[in-house]
């Protein structure tokens, strides 16, 4: 099971909502902004659980059960399963307003993936944000909010789920991800989301550019060896940027390893053969890692591909031979 509750409960955006509810404010309109497209509902119903359930969004009593299964009577998910939301489901919901609640004080309308909500959707929508009717609340969930009309901004509360550290990830995942190396791969290579890990972690390719790296920084011991390596690379069939955060990962576990702060070794399996890695001095360990920042750099300068792995390829033995010779 993936800990989605305790990565939203830890949210900055969580704790303010539950505050308002606390303090009986509850805004008639948020809008949850969010990356992680792939599970932003999941991230809304524990929001919405926190408007219903008598005890702090339990998760356990009637109310949190039901709006799990998105079948509470006042609470209403849009869009319907494996469609995007219509301006016919915003005239519905407009309509259904003016419809008192059913089993509470309260009703609440949940709106995910509203990025992809046209400008027709949008305005009609409007004027229930601008004049909602008494105890009704609207909560919208978006990837981003470029293609939100400013008209619809203006009138909700902003709040956001940022990138989650990679110890809150971990713990959410590591019942449901049970290779906690290669979990911690992908973590690593993610940008910070619950989906991209775990698209990352279902992908065969990551083993594989692990397996890559940690070839590269064993057995790579001369420049003759450079354009082996790029056509190595070649096979992975990975990205570069998985390619680097892999590299940066691993460099950071050997200079902590060799700093003598074992514990803190996040690849455990990788640092034992990687200590068979020879002559990476804490020096050069240091340089390989700004020579990554360098290549992100270079990329996002539109060089080549190809010249930026060659690139690093021949920085990493730079470096490691420089420390070797002081
Ligand atoms: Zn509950």
Not at 30 to 59: M, S, T
Not at 97 to 114: G, Q, R
Not at 210 to 221: G, H, K, R, S, Y
Not at 288 to 314: C, Y
Request: glycine share 4%.
């Amino acid at each position: 099971m993936i800990d989605l509750s305790s990565l939203v409960k830890s949210t900055n955006a969580y704790k303010i909502v539950k505050s308002d509810k606390e303090r009986g404010r509850l805004s008639h309109a948020y809008l949850i902004v969010c990356a992680d497209g792939d599970n932003l509902e999941g991230y809304l119903k524990e929001f919405a659980k926190l408007f219903f359930c008598k005890n702090e969004g339990c998760g356990e009593c009637r109310e949190c059960k039901l709006i799990d299964q998105k079948i509470y009577a006042d609470a209403l998910f849009l869009p319907r399963e494996g469609e995007s939301i219509s301006a016919d489901d915003i005239t519905a919901l407009v309509q259904d307003t003016f419809v008192k609640p059913l089993e509470s004080d309260k009703k609440l309308y949940v709106l995910s993936n509203a990025e992809s909500m046209n400008a027709v959707s949008q305005n009609k929508l409007l004027k229930t944000l601008e004049e909602p009717p008494k105890n009704v609340h609207i909560l919208i969930g978006a990837t981003g909010e470029y293609s939100l009309l400013s008209t619809v901004k203006s009138r909700v509360r902003k709040l956001e789920i940022p990138p989650f550290s990679a110890n809150a990830l971990f713990n959410a995942l590591k019942d449901e991800c049970q290779d906690s190396e290669k979990l911690k791969g992908a973590i690593a290579c993610s940008d910070g989301t619950l989906g991209k890990t775990l698209a990352l972690y279902k992908d065969e390719s990551l083993m594989s550019v692990m397996a890559f790296v940690e070839d590269m920084f064993i057995n790579m011991q001369s420049s003759s060896q450079v354009l082996e390596y790029s056509y190595k690379f070649s096979l992975v069939k990975c990205e570069i940027e998985e390619f680097l955060s892999v590299t940066e990962l691993f460099a950071r576990d050997m200079l902590v390893y060799i700093s003598g702060a074992k514990e803190l070794v996040f690849s455990k399996k990788e640092i034992q053969n990687l200590s068979s890695a020879k002559g990476f001095t804490r020096g050069a360990l240091i340089g390989i890692l700004q020579a990554v920042v360098d290549a992100r750099k270079r990329l996002d300068a539109n060089s080549g591909k190809n010249m930026v792995l060659e690139w690093l390829l021949f920085k990493i033995l730079e470096e490691k031979f420089k420390w070797q010779k002081l």
